[in-house]
């Protein structure tokens, strides 16, 4: 398959946002949420167990409430607190290091993917990607298990992005044979 895509882009601080929102959720091993899901639905359970047939003194209805709240947390934690503290955290290391932040272009065709901006280039022939993986606003392109380029999906077409798919669906085949 022949692809030539070449793009230039600003990275916003929301595109450096959602690439932090999107790099955690895509290393965070999904046993640790299932785990920590678990573990809340444990903790309310008991808390809400205990408060309903033990009752007690008010120091240990408080427990009990304290035990619901842990549960409570655990449950929503990456799904609502994590992301908030990401955005948080990377919207003043966008702030803090704007400068050093600077436009990017990207160029991908049947051989070579490469990133440029004014101080970086990465060129990997496209047999040596480790994986593409992709959110609802980024796609990563992952150069090994932690390191990765990224692109805002507003910068490419939707006939790109369908390239982009297909082209890395094509190569995996043949990295799974």
């Known amino acids: 398959m022949n692809i030539r895509i070449e793009e230039t882009f600003l990275v916003t601080e929301e595109d450096f946002i959602n690439m932090q929102l999107s790099k955690t959720k895509y290393l ?3 046993e640790n949420i299932l785990i920590l899901r678990i573990m809340g639905i444990i903790a309310i359970l008991c808390g809400t167990a205990a408060f309903i047939n033990v009752r007690g003194n008010i120091y240990q209805i ?7 709240a842990i549960g409570l947390f655990c449950l929503s934690y ?43 280039t990465i060129k990997l022939p496209v047999q040596y990607i480790y994986q593409i993986a992709e959110t609802s606003s980024t ?3 992952f150069f090994d ?6 692109v805002p999906k507003r910068v490419l077409s939707e006939e790109q992005l369908k390239l982009v798919r297909e ?8 990295k799974n044979v």
Request: proline share 3%; with cysteine; glycine share 2%.
């Open 28 to 30: 965070t091993p999904k």
């Open 62 to 68: 408080i427990c009990w409430f304290l035990l619901i």
């Open 78 to 120: 990456y799904d609502v607190i994590n992301p908030v503290i990401i955005r948080k955290q990377a919207g003043k290391f966008y702030h803090f290091n704007q400068k050093a932040i600077n436009s990017k272009t990207i160029r991908l065709d049947h051989q070579e993917f490469s990133m440029t901006d004014e101080e970086h």
């Open 139 to 141: 796609v990563l392109i």
């Open 145 to 150: 298990k932690e390191e990765f380029g990224f």
């Open 167 to 174: 082209f890395f669906e094509e190569i995996n085949k043949y």
